[in-house]
């Protein structure tokens, strides 16, 4: 289980993987240390080998109106929830207090580097991310999401100050930037 977690001002996503015990796909890292283009061609690869697969999307107005680390355990939930295969165990990265649906787990700090299912989750929710906003892209071209993909980034800031914020972003983020 990972969230997508780095500075972001709209989505975010959380992917569950079960992979076989043997499973071992070269280049499975942290999704934030794998180019873009490497993986997309390792969530191919993931979700091929997976016994099962998920992702949890909580939008902007849940995560103004919980916070963001309620819409990360949220999210994290929904990925469950979503499984065609019940997990033994869950490990997750680094979240404490939440609903994994009476599965037991581990938390993990900096999981997502130590921990292949737990990067291959991560590269699940990064890609899944990174194809809506491509969409959003589409819907608000000014914005440039298909280059920063609604992070914080200085590019995108600028954006903001500029043409204000558009409906998929946080408010109660980029507040903080008008």
Known sequence: MKQDADLWLVLLLCGAVILPADSFIEGINDSKKVSEKKRDKLYEQIISEAIAWSVGIVDEKEIDRINILNATKKALTMALEALAV????????????????????????KGDEKIY??????????????????????????????????????????????????????????????
């Open 86 to 109: 019940k997990p033994e165990i869950i490990l997750v990265d680094a979240l404490r207090d939440i609903n994994t649906l009476g599965v037991p787990y581990t938390s993990i700090i």
């Open 117 to 178: 299912s737990i990067s291959s989750a991560s590269i699940i929710a990064k890609v899944t991310r990174d194809r809506i906003m491509r969409e959003y892209d589409k819907l608000y071209p000014e914005y440039g999401f298909d280059g920063h993909k609604g992070y914080g980034t200085a590019k995108h800031i600028s954006v903001i100050r500029e043409c204000g914020i558009c409906d998929i972003h946080r408010r109660t983020f980029v507040k903080n930037f008008i």
